[in-house]
């Protein structure tokens, strides 16, 4: 009887252990902030978007400035509208939607050298 | 109830009766004038500008629209600040004559900068612009150099401020786009509505190859030239007046 009771004891233990050297590890890095802005859905289902956002942007962007689609659905200008913060204008800075998800998973992201980060100011509607 | 033929024929006959009621010159639907999104650009159209020198008045309005269009800022260094369109003055030693126009990428036909750019970067849209995918340049400059309009600038420093259709960066080539993104939404280049609007009206834009189009009728009933016409390279942009 004794040695199942420490035999569980024991387990527990183990497992605690694991749990705190996980909560550890994950304090170790900021969790990244995703605050949706703006919109009810986005382009695609959310799993979707996740792992596949980048082949969706490089694909419209050499169909847009190649051939000269210029479909908005796809485009990095559709997705700083809808994600750029509410309170900077821009999708990069400490709680950006996209600076603060690439600087927890460490992957470097190109766009915004060239491209800005910022939401467009509204224009008038075209007539 | 289904409709049959005679009746479907007749509900045609009573839609258009109804339309050319409409007052002359509206539409029900409008002329397709710009591409849709959903459209590819096409080798049928050639875009292109038509320059009347004698009109172009000593204004820089066109510079100023398109460095303003295009976000493109300088830092005060004028031999190394990116540069897209510039006004040149032409004077004549001898007789003292003096003209000025404005030279840009001219958006040749069979553009150097393409054939010499190793990564495929600098390229022709079906179109017929010359633009620089900045994706894949590499800032070897090679295109500077082939360039015989001297045209294309390279960016030295990094750029913030951006305009969101038109993206610029540090360590890649550019030049004039023909507004590419005005264009595609139907409109003219920014220099071109500048200088109808502020300097001399000078300058035409269309599709050189729309027999229907202001600059086609003028190719072809006046007399016009390239610059560097000696290369061959069929510009896009053709100058009068020279």
């Given at each position: 009887m004794m040695r199942v009771a420490a035999g569980i004891i024991a387990a527990l233990l183990v497992l605690a252990g694991f749990a705190y050297a996980e909560e550890k590890r994950a304090r170790r890095v900021t969790v990244p902030?995703?605050?949706i802005e703006k919109g009810e859905a986005c382009v695609a289902p959310t799993a979707e978007m996740r792992r596949d956002h980048m082949k969706m942007l490089l694909h419209q962007r050499d169909r847009t400035l190649r051939q000269g689609f210029r479909e908005p659905r796809f485009s990095l200008k559709n997705c700083i509208e809808c994600h750029a913060s509410r309170e900077t204008g821009s999708?990069?800075?400490k709680d950006g939607f996209c600076s603060?998800?690439?600087a927890y998973a460490a992957v470097s992201m190109d766009c915004f050298e060239c491209h800005t980060p910022q939401r467009q100011a509204r224009t008038a509607a075209r007539p | 109830m289904n409709p049959d033929r005679r009746q479907f024929l007749g509900w045609g006959a009573a839609?258009?009766?109804?339309?050319?009621?409409?007052?002359?010159?509206?539409?029900?639907?409008e002329l397709a004038q710009a591409r849709s999104p959903r459209e590819a650009a096409s080798v049928l159209q050639r875009w292109g500008l038509l320059i009347d020198i004698t009109k172009c008045a000593d204004c820089d309005a066109c510079v100023t629209a398109c460095h303003e269009e295009n976000g493109v800022t300088g830092h005060g260094r004028p031999e190394t600040d990116a540069q897209w369109i510039r006004k040149v003055n032409l004077r004549d030693k001898r007789t003292g004559y003096a003209q000025t126009l404005p030279l840009m990428c001219q958006h040749c036909g069979h553009p150097p900068c393409v054939d010499v750019c190793p990564t495929g970067a600098s390229f022709r849209r079906d179109d017929g612009i010359v633009l620089v995918d900045k994706h894949t340049c590499i800032g070897c400059r090679y295109c500077v150099l082939a360039c015989p309009y001297g045209a294309r600038s390279f960016v030295h420093e990094a750029v913030s401020g951006q305009k969101a259709d038109v993206p610029r960066g540090k360590g890649t080539v550019e030049s004039c786009t023909l507004c590419v993104h005005r264009v595609d939404r139907g409109e003219t280049p920014a220099c071109v509505e500048a200088c109808n609007r502020d300097g001399g009206k000078a300058m035409v834009f269309g599709d050189l190859n729309d027999?229907?189009?202001?600059i086609h009728r003028r190719l072809r009933s006046e007399t016009s030239?390239?610059?560097?016409?000696?290369l061959a390279l069929n510009t896009g942009v053709r100058y009068q007046g020279l």
């Open positions: 902030t995703v605050k999708v990069l800075g603060s998800c690439h | 839609a258009a009766a109804a339309s050319a009621a409409l007052a002359p010159g509206f539409r029900l639907i027999a229907s189009a202001e030239s390239q610059i560097r016409a000696d």
